[in-house]
């Protein structure tokens, strides 16, 4: 029996947001150079796709490169930009065959030309997947996200498409990078640190977090089902009591009505 046979089908997360954390000491504890964690993390992300999948789970996003990492040393930074762009043209195909969807969230804006188009060209060819969505947060940073709402929010307020009144949580969120995305239901961040990073601080407002010792590059199917079972053992109580919870809720929005 695998672990996908303990995972509760009517109990899944609907989406898996992931900080990849960990590929240069996982390289550097083996006595490589950083970049050969960074390889084996780019392995790594196909196997949990391919087990996401596998398990139904309908949204992915993947946490690949933020706003601070801008300021790593520039050799790091170049090989990272064209792994991505090796990686995603390799992989297109595959991904393609698989139903995957490829969705991006960031300042593309920062990214080098020939990195941006081979990233529009696979959110292009991919656009019809339907089996899972995988996004991927590029150049991206929760505060830089909403630095971005407000400027095009107050916009709209001062151009009369968009009444002050009108701003409800509901309207944030149509801002945001992620529009459309449903809020993550479970946060996991491999590599053993404890914090956020800048990463969906709004959209992981009531997200479930996992935070494992393992390094992303020897993260796989198991590690992942592991923190989904986990997840499914919690109680989301979403500000009610205990008493008030159904056994089936696993959904990501607090019942404001209630
Ligand atoms: C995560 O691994 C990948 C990126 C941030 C691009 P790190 O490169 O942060 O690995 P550690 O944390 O130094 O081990
Ligand atoms: C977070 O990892 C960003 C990504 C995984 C892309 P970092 O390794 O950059 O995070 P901090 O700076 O140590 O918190
Ligand atoms: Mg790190």
């Known amino acids: 029996m695998s672990l996908l046979d303990y995972i509760d089908q009517d109990r899944l997360p ?48 993947l946490y690949a490169f933020s706003t601070e ?25 595959k991904l393609k065959k698989n139903g995957v969807k490829i969705t ?16 529009t060209e696979c959110i292009r060819q991919t656009e019809k997947g339907t089996r899972i969505t995988l996004n991927i947060a590029l150049s991206y940073s929760s505060k830089w996200e909403l630095t971005e709402a407000t400027k095009r929010i ?22 945001l990078t992620t529009r459309g995305i449903p809020d993550p239901d479970l946060l996991i961040r491999t590599g053993g640190e404890q914090r956020i990073s800048n990463f969906l601080l709004w959209q992981c ?39 008030q919870i159904e056994f089936n809720n696993v959904e990501s929005k607090p019942d404001k009505e209630q």
């Open 205 to 243: 407002a009531y997200a479930e977090f996992f935070f494992t010792e393992v390094y992303w590059p020897d993260f796989g199917e198991k590690d992942l089902y592991e923190a989904i079972i986990d997840f499914q053992g919690r109680e989301r109580r979403f500000g009610k009591i205990s008493e």
């Open 104 to 119: 991006c969230i960031g300042d593309m804006a920062r990214l080098p030309e020939y990195a941006r188009t081979a990233l």
């Open 154 to 175: 107050t916009e709209d307020v001062v151009n009369g498409v968009l009444s002050k009144d009108d701003i409800s949580e509901e309207t944030i969120s149509m801002y």
């Open 69 to 93: 990492n801008w300021n790593r040393p520039a050799e790091e930074v170049n090989g990272l930009m064209d792994l991505m762009v090796y990686a995603i043209s390799e992989e297109t195909e």
């Open 14 to 61: 609907k989406h898996i947001a992931i900080i990849m954390d960990g590929n240069g000491r996982w390289a550097t504890n083996k006595g490589f150079e950083r970049g050969e964690g960074h390889k084996e993390g780019v392995r790594a992300i196909s196997r949990v796709v391919e087990a996401a999948s596998k398990a139904s789970v309908q949204y992915l996003t």
